[in-house]
């Protein structure tokens, strides 16, 4: 069994507050022996991070401190002459131990970041992989991250209101496809919806169907999975993929 977490941010009024508030919320996770937690996209005050060292220095300590992988989120870092957004993983022991860049711009963010061009797949308590917002539309990402051995997905997310019922859609059929959990982060305030989401699966007499758990407010939240039961399932359903034109 592996308890893993995601926490719903709102805005807050500078980058020293939200790190002090969110700390908080992990420290009460990692009393809660939480092995992973995930955090939403550029939920920070200034989202373009010069030095994830000192900024996310607390949250360094909380993982070491309860030996528990913690996703920041998502921010923009300067690469070269331009940006690109990167979700940083924070190991148990403390320290940065990799990082995922995003793939696929969104909108304005086409002028603003270069895309990120592979999938990357970390392990701690389990092999897990990262889908950065947008990211969660284009099928080929999520398979990429199984295929490659991740048993489960994160997805720091930054969804405007009105895009929460297609982004909740979009969740579901990437756990379906692919036969993996998914825990996927938002931020809620007067623009962004909020609802983050854990999405399960339940085998029912041949037929896997979505156990979903959608957050309201400000709020930290962890649950149980037990990993194996999907590998066999998988297995299956990846023996099914055939090659066609």
Known sequence: MVKLGIIQTPSYSSNHEGVRQVSRMLDTLGKKETDIVCLPELWLKDNTISSFESEFMEFKRIAKNYNMTIIPGAFYERKSHRYVIVARVIGPQGEFIGQQEKIHPFDF????????????????????????????????????LVKKGADLLFSPSRIIRR?????????????????????????????????????????????????????????????????????????SRFSDFRKFS
């Not at 999938?119 to 950065?132: A, P, S």
Request: with cysteine; glycine share 6%.
């Open 109 to 144: 963010e086409k002028n603003v970041i270069w895309p990120g061009d592979r999938t990357t797949v970390f392990k701690t308590k389990c092999k897990f992989g990262i889908i950065i917002c947008y990211d969660m539309v284009f099928p080929d990402v999520a398979h990429s």
């Open 163 to 235: 895009g929460i019922i297609p982004w909740h859609m979009y969740v579901q059929v990437r756990a379906l496809e692919n036969r993996v959990p998914i825990l996927a982060a938002n931020i809620q305030n007067w623009r962004f919806g909020g609802k983050s989401v854990i999405v399960d699966l339940i085998e029912k007499e041949g037929v896997m169907i979505p156990k979903i758990i959608k957050i309201s407010g400000k709020k930290a939240v962890s649950r149980k999975f037990n990993l194996k039961k999907y590998q066999k399932n998988r297995k």
